[in-house]
């Protein structure tokens, strides 16, 4: 069992930045792929990047070149920089572990965070 913790999220004006952060239990952290999904009121849970243990990476195409995923394994925690945000980017994150941690692609993993809600409005 991982637990996740995921503190921050929060108000933000268009145009400006936000990082959020997730941290996770256990000495498995760096076997796995880790990921963060967004869900806007409405609509169902998409992903918004994903990142493998290897370090490669995929985003959607809506926060391509706006959005960082990263991770540092010494502190178990996966990080999500939000650069240029819109008010699209309104959502509830939520991050996602997932023990196939070579996969770039694909379903999500079996834990996740419990959601902390992103606002972009002026």
């Known amino acids: 069992q991982v637990q996740l913790v995921e503190p921050g999220g929060g108000l933000v004006q268009p145009g400006g930045s936000l990082k959020l952060s997730c941290v996770a239990s256990g000495n498995m952290f760096a076997t796995y792929a880790l990921a963060w999904y967004s869900q806007a009121p409405g609509k169902e849970r998409e992903l918004v990047a994903r990142?493998?243990?290897?370090?490669?990476?995929t985003y959607a195409d809506s926060v391509k070149g706006r959005f960082t995923i990263s991770r540092d394994n010494i502190k178990n925690t996966v990080y999500l920089d939000m650069n240029n945000l819109k008010p699209e980017d309104t959502a509830i994150y939520y991050c996602n572990v997932d023990s196939r941690g070579w996969v770039l692609s694909g379903d999500a993993g079996a834990y996740w965070g419990q959601g902390t809600q992103v606002t972009v409005s002026s």
């Open positions: 990142i493998t243990t290897a370090g490669r990476t």
